[in-house]
């Protein structure tokens, strides 16, 4: 067990829905990452927050969005879903803030999002 | 642009059979290379980081060992729960802290 988690695990919804994945990071850590991993792409870097802050962006496409409380937990709001949004998401969590800093990224556990 | 490739895609081996898992990578400058395990339909798990070349990591029959262009995963006597998918992401040491994963190696281990 990485520590952080995931709400829902799995969600099935239809073409054109919108859906919000949650997740909770270790204790203590500030930054959160999403991936999103299929089949053909293999684990693709979305969104990093950092204590409630956008820090990075990767390949997330406009319909998607995120955010990050001041609890720490994180919200990815997927929108005009396609057929092509089907995928695990995953969520991540670093502890950033010490010094040196720690690098590794520990995952949850996922959501396996279904669009038909 | 980072690039991480694995290989081989895939590998069986036979219980106590020893291998190595390779990793190559591009990066404008490493902060780290991460090896994670993936469990069919589960989040990757963290193994190892390494920092430079040179530097190696073990843990139980898995040992990590970094160059300057490529990572190996070494596995020795594997059992039949060594079987997973083994993930190879590099981190650049500019910038964003996001990791690029490669394709992964899936592992298949024979009683």
């Known amino acids: 067990d990485s520590g952080v988690t995931q709400t829902p695990k799995h969600l099935i919804t239809a073409t054109g829905q919108r859906v919000t994945l949650r997740c909770s990071p270790r204790s203590g850590d500030l930054s959160v990452y999403w991936y999103q991993q299929s089949l053909d792409q293999g684990l693709q870097f979305l969104i990093q927050y950092y204590n409630g802050e956008e820090r990075a962006k990767g390949n997330i496409l406009e319909r998607f969005s995120a955010q990050q409380f001041p609890d720490l937990h994180s919200e990815l709001n997927l929108s005009s879903l396609e057929l092509g949004d089907s995928a695990l998401y995953f969520c991540?969590?670093?502890?950033?803030?010490?010094?040196?800093?720690?690098?590794?990224?520990?995952f949850g556990p996922g959501t396996r999002l279904t669009v038909l | 642009e980072d690039q991480v490739t694995q290989s081989p895609e895939a590998l069986r081996l036979q219980e106590g059979e020893s291998s190595s898992l390779n990793c190559s990578y591009t990066?404008?400058?490493?902060?780290?290379l991460f090896w994670y395990r993936q469990d069919p339909g589960k989040g990757p798990e963290f193994l190892f980081t390494l920092y430079s070349a040179g530097e190696e990591k073990e843990k139980e029959r898995l040992k990590a060992t970094l160059t300057k262009k490529e990572s190996f995963l070494h596995i020795t006597a594997p059992k039949p729960e060594d079987s997973a998918t083994y993930l190879c992401a590099v981190q650049e040491s500019q910038g964003a802290q996001k990791l690029v994963f490669g394709q992964g190696t899936r592992l298949t281990i024979n009683p």
């Open positions: 991540a969590s670093s502890q950033t803030s010490q010094t040196p800093p720690r690098n590794e990224q520990f």
């Open positions: 990066v404008s400058g490493l902060r780290g």
